[in-house]
């Protein structure tokens, strides 16, 4: 089947950065966009930023619009959120998503597992 695994979540101060990183492996046949989600505690999942493969169209959040910067490496199956002028509102737990077809699936949605981001003085 296929996997995303996510890293680079950690407690960062107000103003500062951080980078995620989610990595696609398994039985792919095709990778059709990327992206990340985030849920606060008490809130719904909500999308950051999403990029597709093929013509690299990108959408983000309003209220992230102007700080992160999604990107992805496709030789690697990989996406990347680049996070700056991080906000305490910016903590939750984020997640990688990926539209991917595989050889049994013409496509399917896959999740990774989260990863914290924690905005705190």
């Known amino acids: 089947q296929v996997q995303l695994v996510e890293s680079g979540g950690g407690l960062v101060q107000p103003g500062g950065s951080l980078r995620l990183s989610c990595a696609a492996s398994?039985?792919?046949?095709?990778?059709?966009?990327m992206g990340w989600y985030r849920q606060a505690p008490g809130k719904q999942r909500e999308l950051v930023a999403r990029?597709?493969?093929?013509?690299?169209?990108?959408n983000y959040a309003d209220s992230v619009k102007g700080r992160f910067t999604i990107s992805t490496n496709n030789a690697k199956n990989a996406v990347y959120l680049e996070m700056n002028s991080l906000k305490p509102e910016d903590t939750a737990v984020y997640y990688c998503?990926?539209?991917?077809?595989?050889?049994?699936?013409?496509?399917?949605?896959?999740w990774g597992q989260g990863t914290q981001v924690t905005v705190s003085s």
């Open positions: 990029i597709t493969s093929g013509g690299g169209t990108t």
């Open positions: 398994g039985s792919i046949f095709r990778i059709y966009a």
């Open positions: 998503n990926s539209r991917i077809a595989t050889i049994s699936s013409p496509y399917n949605d896959y």
